[in-house]
Nanobody, 125 residues
């Protein structure tokens, strides 16, 4: 499956952005689709994930209450709505996907086989 992430940009602190992750080549059925972010020189950090079947969601503590992950079945697309953005949210955001993940595996990037290109999010203070 090929993933295409988009929607990043420059926003002021307190603002909102919505990232999109679209799949081609295969439908997302039975996949977990996740968002990670990576700062220069640092490891990727888990942000949020959604189980395509059932719609269960998981969030990093740092984004709970501010970010919402959702899916559009008809468009085979996962969204990450980011609100109340902080300068600390500035990063390159990546979407990733894989099948057969148990809940405890979801936050770990090495469990994902498919990755989209990153999209830059910059939050100004």
């Amino acid at each position: 499956v090929q993933l295409q992430a988009c929607g990043g940009g420059l926003v002021q602190a307190g603002g909102s952005l919505r990232l999109s992750c679209s799949a081609s080549g295969r439908a997302f059925s039975n996949y977990v689709v996740a968002w990670f972010r990576r700062d220069p020189g640092k490891a990727r950090k888990f942000v949020a994930a959604i189980k395509w079947s059932g719609g269960g969601t998981t969030y990093a503590d740092s984004v709970k209450g501010r970010f919402t992950v959702s899916k559009d079945t008809g468009k085979n697309t996962v969204y990450l709505r980011m609100s109340s953005l902080e300068p600390e949210d500035t990063s390159v955001y990546y979407c990733a996907a894989n099948t057969g993940l148990i809940t405890s595996s979801i936050p770990y990037d090495y469990h994902y086989n498919y990755w989209g290109q990153g999209t830059q999010v910059t939050v100004s203070s």
